[in-house]
């Protein structure tokens, strides 16, 4: 990157706190990696500090920053809030687009299946030899605008799985138990529940292991600070850089 690139800010949904700060610190680090010169920093939504107003409106290089939501499906709360948090700065800042849908995200999730012993995969190329679910939900944050962008990620996923996938968002329409029955309906008989979670969140993730377990579905951990998720971090940055200044607000 040149010496002069814009500062990244790791814009964190909700408010701090001490899982939340460990698992954006991470994520920073890791994609530090890909970006090397790049200033990358933490703004919490939730108005704790370091909140991204604050974070924006003190950086003093001139080049507008480009924000980078923590999120990994479209969510319009989230989105406005970034605006108007954005706006509340009183600086020019880029907004780049959520991490997903992408085949990153669907190649960071089956490797949380393998981890929780529900998908095999090749050590060199990850893609499946054995899976160990024949059906998949994929779960993820928002509403039905999220749901759909999970849809994509879970078609990514079927591919490398070879397994039917359904996908639920947290506040959308379809439940878990819905979408357990439509894999059932085609032959999957052991399912598992891969939630396409990032930033911790231990109300929603209690209910959504509870719902996976009435509807009789295992379950992966969330995404967290997987490295795929610093590499979309990544390259949601490059992306946004090379579209040009289109400030948000």
Avoid at 132 to 144: K, L, N, P, Q, R
Avoid at 169 to 177: C, D, P, Q, V
Avoid at 183 to 196: F, I, K, Y
Avoid at 213 to 231: S, W, Y
């Amino acid at each position: 990157m040149p010496g002069n690139a814009p500062p990244l800010v790791l814009a964190v949904p909700g408010a701090s706190s001490p899982a939340a700060t460990a698992v954006a610190k991470e994520i920073a680090t890791l994609a530090r990696a890909s970006l090397s010169g790049v200033d990358i920093r933490i703004g919490f939504l939730g108005g704790d500090e370091p909140s991204l107003p604050t974070v924006l409106s003190s950086d003093d290089r001139g080049s507008p920053a480009i924000v980078v939501p923590l999120v990994p499906d479209p969510d319009p709360r989230v989105e406005g809030a970034l605006r108007r948090a954005i706006a509340d700065a009183g600086v020019s800042a880029r907004l780049a687009p959520p991490l997903g849908p992408h085949p990153l995200l669907a190649e960071a999730l089956h490797i949380r299946l393998s981890e929780a012993g529900l998908a095999r995969a090749d050590r060199m190329r990850l893609l499946a030899l054995i899976t160990a679910a024949d059906g998949i939900v994929v779960a993820t944050s928002g509403g039905e605008e999220a749901a759909k962008s999970a849809a994509v990620t879970g078609v990514l996923l079927a591919a490398r799985l070879a397994v039917p996938v359904a996908a639920v968002a947290l506040e959308g329409k379809r439940t878990i138990a819905e979408a357990a029955e439509q894999l059932r309906s085609v032959g999957a008989r052991r399912l598992a529940l891969a939630p396409s979670l990032i930033m911790p969140n231990p109300e929603a993730e209690k209910q959504l292991v509870e719902a996976a377990e009435e509807a009789g579905c295992e379950h992966a951990e969330p995404l967290r600070a997987h490295p795929c998720v610093a590499q979309l971090v990544a390259v949601r940055y490059t992306e946004t850089l090379e579209e040009g200044d289109t400030p948000a607000g």
